[in-house]
DNA sequence: CGCTTCTGTTATAGACTATAACTGTTGCGA
DNA sequence: TCGCAACAGTTATAGTCTATAACAGAAGCG
């Protein structure tokens, strides 16, 4: 491999065949699972060879890694996409929220490979954790003016001790509430009782604990969030 | 096959060597992951060779399926010894939610295996879906004298329709809180709400999404389900 | 006491990951 | 423009794993 080249037409062609198995990969990925996830049988749907992949990914992991990454980035951009109603922090938390869980219904076996992990000793590459934190990086700034309920305070002290702990966690957190250390605590907790909460209802529907049941994912978000809401009094 | 007898000396000795079989596969779950559970190894293990196991265990999925049964068993188990304080019902909710969460976090791997899809079109067996209702039993009662706040209302109004429309769930729920439909639908949208909130932390914590950041699952499952408490105005 | 059922064996097919060794091709610089 | 180095793809092959088939021995039941 030696640093290959990341310009010219052959670096092109890299990328774009790169692409197409990612994408042949994702299509059995929603119909099989993580273990349908066969790298002969994807070559064989790209017209080439078995072997012939590992001249782009080094590995099966490589290549679920990859997808992994992916899915972290296309949903942090579903999350910032989100449309801001205008009334409110409630209400622009309620479109992250819908957002996100839009994006998860929508292609449920990109949510679990976010979801899952693959083996227990495993440890997400930075670049991965950066991306997963982009997807909560908007829910920041709606919890940043808010009042934590008095049964919060454990979390946000504790939050307040990491932000004292962790310099690039801080300027994260800074950049999105930079209305002093107080509020920058608040929004972290409210964001990550938020993250807490999306997995909970999303985590469930998605893995199809809820079929059979009488209840939608849906309404069922919208009631977590709304209780999340009043606990920070947002208006 | 054909009805296997279910007395007898050999019964037992075959009983006796699945449970051998799930401990070894415990064993490989709880350092490889799913993908580490090879049936080869178990047997190899066992001081038996390949294709014996297929005595004891029809496929791969067959086993896993016997894991994640035992698992649901398990954790019902450690649910109903949750100690009752019995200073009220939002003590006793934090005694369940705390004893559920203990279960989980000492045995990861189980809990992994629980929250995990085998395959997106993977529907479990009805005894499994009894097992995994048996987990939230407990928490019925405790939701039954509470006050829902008003954003709860859209889960209200879907449980009602449930209980209506399911009699087996109907039966379920009336045994844990007869006081009138109204206190049904209440502890039965409590239930959901509470179940939501485990999976959400606690599916975080398992999964190892918490590694390196300021909190602990501890404080923060406390946390939401104090909210949750409040919500549901339990003294 | 003999037969039937159950437990275990080896042999084998088939799917898959991954590496090795080799061949053809293409782009880039001297 | 031409040569070569880097790259893309091939077949062959090793190794792991699931699962079935065919067969051999042992234990229990009538």
Do not use: C, N
Request: hydrophobic residues 45%; without cysteine.
């Amino acid at each position: 491999m030696a640093e290959a080249r990341t310009t010219g037409p052959r670096a092109r062609y890299r990328e774009q065949t790169r692409a197409e198995i990612k994408d042949a990969a994702l299509r059995q990925l929603a119909e099989g699972g993580t273990d349908g996830l066969a790298l002969v049988k994807i070559a064989k749907g790209l017209g080439m060879s078995g072997p012939a992949l590992y001249r782009y990914f080094a590995s099966r992991d490589d290549l679920l890694g990859a997808l992994i990454s992916d899915a972290y980035g296309d949903a942090a951009a579903a999350v910032a996409a989100a449309p801001d109603p205008g009334t409110g922090p409630r209400a622009r938390l309620h479109a992250l929220a819908t957002a996100y869980r839009g994006w998860a219904v929508a292609q449920p076996h990109r949510y679990l490979l976010i979801q899952g992990t693959p083996t227990p000793g495993y440890t997400a590459p930075p670049e991965t954790l950066a991306s997963a934190r982009a997807v909560l990086t908007p829910f920041l700034p709606v919890f940043a003016a808010g009042t934590p309920a008095p049964a919060t305070a454990p979390v946000v002290a504790q939050m307040r001790a990491w932000l004292a702990a962790d310099a690039a966690v801080a300027a994260w957190v800074a950049a999105s509430a930079p209305d002093g250390t107080e509020a920058v605590a608040t929004a972290l907790t409210g964001t990550v009782l938020a993250w807490s909460t999306l997995h909970g209802t999303i985590g469930l529907e998605v893995s199809g604990h809820f079929t059979g049941m009488g209840h939608t994912g849906d309404t069922l978000l919208t009631t977590q969030i709304e209780l999340l809401a009043e606990a920070f009094s947002l208006g």
